[in-house]
């Protein structure tokens, strides 16, 4: 079973629209920490977000929001008043407990594709 | 901020060589790195755990032979692709952890293999 499920394949807006990317997650361990990468056509990911099991309160930076949601396991992604900066393939990823670390080895989800267009 | 340097960026090889891909902590010292692969519009998964001065860990169904990994030291980890094959064209990407375990895991910039 995947560890991470984002439904989501391929996501089109348009500019200044807000977008929600949708992220769930399972996992047995009580300590974990879920991750969001952005990676442009280039292919290198940049880093977002890291969220620790233990701490539920939303984030906001800049534009972007997160939504972690304990009770339904899932860590959603908000981009507010959209650009075209933004299109990538986002990806949400967990960490589980390993050698001592939860900031071990990453399951990552199959990605969004998201395109904004002017 | 912490970097993971990924060296070559892409290479392009012929059937049958072979290509070591390097993974190079900047500024800090990673006792456990990672390889991904990642083939085209789809997710990245985890190949290979190194370990500094311990042999690699690798998931199932990767074959450790094919795939080489060295982890000599706290800053470097290389992927050997022994014998490449067109189905072995991919983008591999290198992750660290610092021992702090404090900060994200770092990411290098992928390499993107072509196999002709």
């Known amino acids: 079973a995947q560890k991470v499920t984002q439904a989501q394949t391929e996501i089109s807006v348009v500019e200044k629209e807000d977008v929600t990317l949708d992220c769930v997650y399972e996992?047995?361990?009580?300590?974990?920490?879920l991750f969001w990468y952005k990676q442009p056509p280039s292919g290198e990911l940049v880093f977002l977000i890291r969220?620790?099991?233990?701490?539920?309160q939303n984030e906001i930076s800049g534009r972007y929001s997160w939504n972690f949601q304990k009770s339904t396991s899932s860590f959603n992604f908000t981009i507010t008043a959209s650009q075209v900066v933004d299109s990538a393939v986002y990806f949400c990823?967990?960490?589980?407990?390993?050698?001592?670390?939860?900031?071990?080895?990453?399951?990552f989800g199959r990605g969004t594709q998201l395109t904004v267009w002017p | 901020g912490a970097v993971v340097s990924q060296h070559p960026s892409w290479v392009i090889c012929k059937s049958g060589t072979s290509v070591k891909i390097e993974c190079r902590s900047l500024?800090?010292?990673?006792?456990?790195m990672f390889w991904y692969r990642q083939f085209p519009k789809q997710s990245l998964m985890l190949m290979a755990t190194?370990?500094?001065?311990?042999?690699?860990?690798?998931e199932q169904g990767v074959e450790k032979d094919k795939f080489l990994i060295n982890h000599a030291s706290l800053t470097l980890s290389t992927l050997t692709v022994t014998s490449a094959h067109p189905e072995d064209s991919s983008f591999y990407i290198c992750?660290?952890?610092?021992?702090?375990?404090?900060?994200?895991?770092?990411f290098g910039n992928g390499t993107r293999l072509t196999v002709t």
């Open positions: 990823a967990l960490s589980e407990w390993y050698r001592g670390s939860t900031l071990g080895r990453l399951y």
């Open positions: 969220r620790n099991s233990f701490d539920e």
């Open positions: 190194s370990n500094e001065g311990s042999k690699a860990t690798y």
């Open positions: 992750s660290a952890a610092d021992r702090t375990y404090n900060s994200p895991l770092h």
């Open positions: 996992t047995r361990d009580t300590t974990y920490y």
């Open positions: 500024d800090f010292q990673a006792t456990t």
